[in-house]
């Protein structure tokens, strides 16, 4: 599985942005997708993840993404999505979408089998 991550860029604190992952998978709809970042010399921080069973969405988030940013994926298209609302300095960081095949979205990296190569995002207050 590749997986390709955009939509990074500069933005003022209060903006948003949205992020997009395109993936490679011939069997997308069966994996739990994630997103995580990072910023030099700090673990990887869990953002979001879901996963798509019995026909709906089950989403997770952290508590610094509850309520400002949204998980999606469009299995059609293979592509999962992630639009950041009212972002924060704190938000930047290098972000990582990430495939898993656990049955639950995950927030434990160790759980991801395939990972993109990243894309930044810099909010600036």
């Known amino acids: 599985v590749q997986l390709q991550a955009s939509g990074g860029g500069s933005v003022q604190a209060g903006g948003s942005l949205r992020l997009s992952c395109a993936a490679s998978?011939?069997?997308?709809?069966?994996?739990?997708m994630g997103w995580f970042r990072q910023n030099p010399g700090k673990e990887r921080e869990f953002v979001a993840a879901?996963?798509?069973?019995?026909?709906?969405?089950?989403?997770d988030y952290a508590d610094s993404a509850e309520g400002r940013f949204t998980i999606s994926r469009d299995n059609a298209k293979k592509m999962v999505y992630l639009q950041m609302n009212s972002l924060k300095s704190e938000d930047t960081a290098v972000y990582y979408c990430?495939?898993?095949?656990?049955?639950?979205?995950?927030?434990?990296?160790?759980?991801?089998?395939?990972w993109g190569q990243g894309t930044q995002v810099t909010v600036s207050s």
């Open positions: 879901i996963e798509y069973t019995d026909s709906k969405d089950i989403t």
């Open positions: 990430a495939a898993s095949l656990s049955p639950l979205p995950s927030r434990r990296h160790d759980d991801y089998n395939y």
């Open positions: 998978a011939r069997t997308f709809a069966r994996y739990s």
